[in-house]
DNA sequence: CCAAAAGTGTTCCTATTACACCCATGA
DNA sequence: TCATGGGTGTAATAGGAACACTTTTGG
């Protein structure tokens, strides 16, 4: 443990280092370009579906990906999130969190491209009217396969069977499998529903995420005995059959 | 879905791709530099352990930190990852995961890094030599408080309490927790004893993970019950008690 | 009354825990 | 023979899976 190497002056730490940063210049190597996509998973009609948006420009001019762009000097990950979320998609304030970066050397024809992957998770309805009224936005239907399944899930985009742009099926199977990880074990599946929701709601969100029907009460048993879910005193009304008891989530502001 | 826009002429996909790409230059704007850092993890006397290694150069000199560097251009994650532990520690061919990636502003004095933030897990055995013989290089005993506890565990590096260089202690306490929650559904427990081990050596590997003491028999049980485990035939001699059956890891080649 | 969906009771089975006990070896 | 750690039996419990059943609404 050499403190000071051989042949430099002894000075304090802070001086050292403020000398050795005022001569550095970080930008002096090559370097990779970063960027951040995020898929975004939502539930509709029973299934999950992940928003795609279509490439305007080249590279993969004309396919279907993921939103994204490139982090700025200037900005933290969670920042570019954000922004290029509100960019491409119009939404704000989604659940968001981290998902793995993909580093392969080939993986964008532009160059060196390293990609922070993200998802995020919006109720259906918030996401209605940007899909249908935004140019270039769509939604693919997820078809996870439950456990023992060949492939880990199914991607159906809107214009025929067609892979993604770049490596982004892999960031969209990736973001599937770490849902269905912490579906049980963290709040994630309320960032999926309205402030209120029937215990069926939820159970098909569950149902979606896993690619497996569930027992109704045994999930109702198990939600309840979470604590997670508080009832409203209200009901749905208007169905042709029982109104169903609305509940809201009752954890500590979400989570993840 | 608008394939070709207005003002351009229409060629072929793979025409306009490779014209643009030739007239672009994605160096052209201010970016991150990216970072591999490392948690090496280990099991000595009973207790989880992370590799630190001595800052030599400005920034944080003197200080600990995890092994780490920069990504350079032409090499992939993993690839960087492989190079950088090699070139810290002297160590090859561990079992390696991604973690999660820092990219906080501030995070670096030196400009903006992002950094990609590994683990690594490796046996006792493979990692004396290397501590002992290497200036500069250490072990600080990790001590993960059970579930419950107030902080999620207590690092203890050699010179005494210090926090460790940049934001390593973040990181140091994501790989805990990431391994906390993969020992159960991953052979990763695997990875820290040796080619053949007891099942005494395996529950020590999982409690100091856990930070919690674990039944005997309940393990013993749990363990022969996943059918990850071949008993070799041999015993382990020379103790003053009797000899304990020595088994080995009998999954498909590891994993993750 | 009937269809449809909400909501409940009960049983079976498995995994986990906790604890007590015996066994084989070296000193 | 005794201390030490290896190895086993067993009962209690909690949680999940499966299934049948009752209740409440709209038409």
Redesign the interface.
């Known amino acids: 443990?050499?403190?000071a190497?051989a042949g430099e002056n002894v000075r304090s730490?802070a001086d050292?280092?403020a000398l050795?940063?005022a001569g550095?210049d970080?930008?002096a190597?090559?370097?990779?370009?970063?960027a951040v996509d995020v898929a975004i998973l939502t539930i509709a009609a029973g299934a999950a579906h992940v928003v795609l948006v279509?490439r305007?420009?080249?590279?993969?001019?004309?396919r279907w990906a993921l939103p994204g762009g490139?982090?700025?000097?200037?900005?933290?990950?969670?920042d570019a999130v954000g922004r290029v979320l509100e960019r491409e998609t119009g939404l704000r304030d989604m659940y968001t969190a981290?998902l793995?970066?993909f580093?392969?050397?080939d993986r964008d024809?532009?160059?060196?491209?390293?990609t922070?992957a993200h998802y995020a998770l919006v109720p259906a309805a918030r996401i209605e009217d940007v899909v249908t009224g935004r140019?270039?936005c769509a939604l693919a239907r997820v078809t996870p396969a439950g456990p023992g399944g060949d492939a880990p899930f199914r991607l159906v985009v809107p214009?025929g069977a067609q892979a993604l742009a770049f490596d982004h099926d892999a960031i969209v199977a990736a973001a599937v499998e770490r849902v269905q990880g912490r579906l049980w074990y963290t709040p994630v599946a309320f960032e999926l529903v309205p402030d209120e929701f029937t215990l069926l709601d939820l159970q098909r969100v569950y149902e979606a995420i896993l690619g497996r029907s569930l027992d109704k009460n045994g999930f109702r048993r198990r939600v309840l005995a979470s604590g997670l879910v508080a009832p409203t005193g209200r009901r749905r009304e208007g169905l042709r059959a029982r109104p169903p008891e609305l509940f809201r989530f009752a954890g500590d502001g979400r989570g993840g």
Chains 1, 2 share one sequence.
């Open positions: 443990m050499e403190r190497r730490g050292e280092e050795f940063l550095y970080i930008t190597w090559p370097r990779p370009s970063l279509e305007t420009r080249p590279p993969a001019q004309g490139f982090v700025r000097i200037d900005e933290s990950l969670d981290q793995a970066t580093g392969e050397v024809p532009r160059g060196r491209v390293v922070v140019a270039g214009g």
